[in-house]
């Protein structure tokens, strides 16, 4: 049966758009589904401030009346100004096992992105680096987080067979935790914090949290801006990201290392892991789904660390040590007894070496791919 490609262009196109991985994945114990409303709130050109800079297209593949799989285009103008590259993103992918629709998905968008000046696409990625990003290369019968994207083993086989290659990998580690912090991590946390006279912000309510949102995020602008891919935030991001997150966080969760002037220098965010609560909830808030993702956020024995950032003159000094430490003692005290990172780039080797002094295993690997429309690079330089 041939294959159509049609844009999304209305409420009821996108609510389709939504819903088609909970049909793919239905059957699937690994799948983890993001919350619909979420999504909605990141694809709308009306509520996601990155689309400020960005434009999107977005594009569902049908075999007669039934879905067969949806792909979004984006172009992010700042990405291609920062990094020189004029390079399309592709997200939101998801298809059946039939290459004749993964090529005419893909071949949309880049026509489109064609028509727009870009010279290649990479992906899976989004709008910016707090959206899901990555496809699943390694750890398929390994069960899916809150912030990252789980597929099928035939995804990466279509992608390879439709030219595109590999850019750059992350890796994801699951890290077993013993009841108290190794003495050796404790001892260099303890030298770090008197050497350079740091402080630890003890957080105790969410209002308290978001007063500080704005100066975590600039942190973020600082010590990512050399990072794969990364866009630095906007005015209007930094006011909508702390909104976003840190409204269901539990503040002991987050570890804030300040400075001598009170400045934060670097900082650790975990949270309970809400994996087998999203997939109770099955994309829904109501009428039950808040009440499954409030039992998980309060009593769990798994939490999922999303990052760690650390100011760049701070960087290589052992602040890692110090967060790992602080966190060490809020997950013993909260009866945590796995924590899984979120990605980690390959060759992103200072962090990946912290992972050497715990009980971890590298159990996830997700890839970038690119893809060249010609013999151009890309470089606008």
């Known amino acids: 049966m041939e294959v159509t490609i049609k844009e999304v262009v209305s409420k009821k196109d996108m609510k389709k758009f939504i819903l088609f991985p909970h049909k793919l994945y239905k059957d699937c114990p690994y799948w983890v589904p993001p919350l619909n409303m979420d999504e909605r709130t990141t694809l709308s050109r009306k509520s996601n401030p990155a689309f400020d800079f960005c434009r999107a297209k977005y594009y569902l593949a049908y075999k007669g009346n039934d879905i067969v799989g949806r792909i ?9 100004e920062v990094w020189k590259n004029k390079y399309a993103r592709f997200g939101w992918v998801d298809f059946i096992d039939d290459y004749d629709v993964s090529k005419a998905l893909f071949t949309a968008v880049e026509n489109w992105v064609k028509e727009n000046g870009m010279v290649g696409m990479q992906g899976p990625l989004g709008f910016t680096d707090f959206d899901k990003e990555g496809m699943l290369i390694e750890g398929f019968e390994e069960l899916g987080s809150m912030m990252g994207i789980y597929n099928y083993p035939y995804y990466p086989e279509h992608l390879e067979k439709l030219s595109y290659k590999k850019e750059v990998d992350w890796l994801e580690f699951r890290i ?3 009841d108290a912090v190794d003495e050796k991590i404790e001892r260099m946390a303890n030298i770090v914090k008197k050497r350079f006279k740091l402080k630890v912000l003890k957080l105790k309510t969410t ?6 949102g704005k100066e975590i995020f ?15 935030l906007s005015e209007r991001q930094m006011d909508y990201y702390p909104k976003q997150i840190f409204s269901f966080l539990r503040p002991e969760f987050l570890q804030i290392i300040l400075d001598k002037d009170d400045k934060i220098v670097a ?6 892991s809400i994996s087998i609560a999203l997939q109770k909830a099955k994309g829904k808030i109501f009428p039950f789904g808040f009440i499954h993702l409030l039992k998980a956020n309060r009593k769990n024995d798994k939490a999922d660390l999303l990052v760690i950032a650390i100011r760049e003159d701070f960087q290589g000094k052992g602040l890692n040590a110090l967060i790992m430490t602080e966190g060490y003692k809020t997950y013993v005290k909260n009866n945590i007894t796995v924590v899984e990172t979120s990605n980690q780039l390959e060759t ?9 002094r715990f009980n971890a295993k590298q159990h996830k690997r997700r890839r970038c791919f690119t893809k060249l429309f010609n013999s151009k690079t890309g470089d606008l330089s």
């Open 72 to 80: 979004a285009g984006i172009i992010n103008e700042k990405y291609v």
């Open 176 to 178: 077993k935790l013993s």
């Open 207 to 212: 209002k308290e949290l978001l007063s500080y």
């Open 218 to 232: 600039e942190l973020l602008n600082n010590c990512y801006k050399n990072i794969f891919g990364f866009v630095p």
């Open 267 to 272: 900082f650790g965010l975990t949270i309970p």
């Open 348 to 356: 992103n080797h200072k962090v990946l070496s912290l992972w050497h």
